[in-house]
C-alpha cells in the first residue's frame, strides 16, 4: 500500500537512496532538512522538500515545524537518516500524527553511548571487545600504561573523532568527566568490516555488509567492497530479537585472522551500506517489516566527489596511483540512479553550503556537514 513518507536528513546520500527506493515502489516523498542546498532536494523522487529548523537550536521549535510539515503533507511515516533521529525520538509523542520509524531515545542512547552498547551487546552473549568506561582523570590513569594495546574514543562521537589508536601514552592529553566520558577498548587486530540494516519488532528485515577500502579521514567510508559473513549475520539477528529493534541500525565490526568477529560499535541510524539495495519493490516490502531484502549490487560502489577530496591526497603521499585509479574505475556511483540526474549536479552547490558553515565556524569541512544534528548525550554540551 502506497504510503506518503518524510525522510529527514536529506543532505546524506543514504537519504537520497532511501527516498529513490520508496519512491521507486510507488511511495509519495518528501525530503527534509536543516540544510537548503542538499543533493536530495533537487531529486525526482522528492515530491517536496522543506527546510527545518536546526534541531541542536532548540527541540520546540523543530518540534512544531515537524508537526507542520507532516500534517500539511498529510504523512503517515517519519524516517530519520542522520543523527537528527535523536531529536525526533525526544519530540515524538501520541501528538505526533505519524509513525516514526525508530526506537525510544532511551533505547536510541543506549546504542550510540559507545560503552553502553558493549555491555548491552555482552548481556545478550555477543562478541565485543573488553572496554572500560573513563569519567575522569584517574580511570585514564589506570589504563595509561597499556595504551599502546588499546583504543580511545569519546562515547559520544561519530566518524571516528578524535579516536586514539594504540597511542603512546604521552598523547593522552584528554581529560574525560561525567559530561565528556571516553572510553578505553581493547585494540583487536584483523580487518575492519561493516554493515548496515533495519528490523521490526525485533525481526532483521534486511542487510548490507561491507569493508571500506577508502575513508574520508578516520572516519566514514568513501569505498564500500560487499562482503558476505555469517557470523556479522548472526550477531545483528541476535542483537535485533533481544532488544526487539524496530528502525535502521549500523556497525563496526573487525574480523581477526581466525574468522571471529567483534562489534566496536553501533550507529542508530543509515549509513552507506543501504547503496547496495536496488530493487525498490523488494526493499519497500521488507521495510514495511515483510519478508527479508538482501543487497541487489555485488560489486564496489563510491562517491567520486568524496574519493577525490579525501582518499587521492592520500594515494598521492603513498605514491598509490595506479590502485586508487583502478579501483575507481571498477566502482559503481553510488549516487548514480537513472532518470534522476540532478543530485550529481548538485554536489558542489551542497559542499558549498557546508564550506560556508565550516568558515564561519572555524570548523572542519567534516564536522560542519553535522554540527546543527549531532546528539552527544542527554547533555548537549559533552562535544
Aim: neutral net charge.
Amino acid at each position: 500500500m502506497a504510503e506518503t513518507m518524510l525522510i529527514t536528513g536529506a543532505r546524506a546520500p543514504a537519504g537520497l537512496h532511501l527516498a529513490r527506493l520508496m519512491h521507486g515502489a510507488g511511495h509519495r516523498v518528501i525530503m527534509a532538512d536543516s540544510l537548503r542546498q542538499t543533493i536530495s532536494s533537487v531529486s525526482t523522487a522528492c515530491d517536496a522538500y522543506e527546510v527545518l529548523p536546526r534541531p541542536i537550536d532548540g527541540l520546540s521549535a523543530y518540534a512544531e515545524a515537524v508537526k507542520q510539515v507532516i500534517t500539511r503533507h498529510n504523512i503517515t511515516q517519519v524516517i530519520p537518516t542522520c543523527e537528527e533521529v535523536f531529536y525526533l525520538a525526544q519530540i515524538w509523542s501520541d501528538a505526533m500524527p505519524a509513525q516514526l520509524f525508530a526506537p525510544d531515545i532511551s533505547l536510541l542512547a543506549r546504542a550510540h553511548n559507545k560503552y553502553d552498547f558493549t555491555q548491552l551487546a555482552q548481556e545478550l552473549g555477543l562478541p565485543v571487545p573488553q572496554t572500560y568506561l573513563l569519567t575522569d582523570p584517574a580511570d585514564l590513569e589506570k589504563h595509561r600504561a597499556q595504551s599502546r594495546d588499546l583504543v580511545f574514543k569519546p562515547v559520544w562521537s561519530r566518524f571516528a573523532t578524535n579516536v586514539l589508536i594504540r597511542p603512546d601514552p604521552r598523547k593522552l592529553t584528554f581529560k574525560p568527566t561525567l559530561t565528556t566520558p571516553w572510553v578505553a577498548q581493547e585494540f583487536i587486530k584483523g580487518t575492519e568490516l561493516c554493515a548496515y540494516a533495519f528490523a521490526t519488532r525485533g525481526q532483521l528485515n534486511g542487510l548490507s555488509i561491507y569493508a571500506p577500502r577508502y575513508r574520508a579521514g578516520k572516519g566514514a567510508a568513501v569505498y564500500f567492497d560487499p562482503v558476505i559473513d555469517p557470523g556479522i549475520t548472526d550477531f545483528i539477528t541476535t542483537f535485533a530479537a533481544g532488544i526487539d529493534w524496530t528502525g535502521q541500525l549500523s556497525f563496526d565490526f573487525i574480523r581477526t585472522a581466525q574468522g571471529k568477529i567483534y562489534a566496536l560499535e553501533c550507529n542508530p541510524r543509515a549509513v552507506s551500506g543501504i547503496h547496495f539495495f536496488h530493487n525498490a519493490r523488494a526493499f519497500s516490502t521488507a521495510f514495511s517489516g515483510h519478508g527479508f531484502a538482501d543487497p541487489d549490487i555485488k560489486t564496489p560502489l563510491t562517491v567520486p566527489a568524496a574519493m577525490w577530496i579525501y582518499a587521492f591526497p592520500k594515494a598521492v603521499a603513498g605514491l598509490q596511483f595506479g590502485q586508487f585509479f583502478q579501483d575507481i574505475r571498477c566502482a559503481r556511483h553510488a549516487l548514480q540512479w537513472d532518470g534522476d540526474p540532478g543530485p550529481q549536479k548538485q554536489q558542489l552547490r551542497s559542499v558549498a553550503e557546508i564550506a560556508r558553515i565550516a568558515l564561519a565556524r572555524r570548523i572542519s569541512l567534516q564536522a560542519a556537514s553535522t554540527f546543527d544534528i549531532e546528539w552527544n548525550g542527554p547533555d548537549q554540551s559533552s562535544m
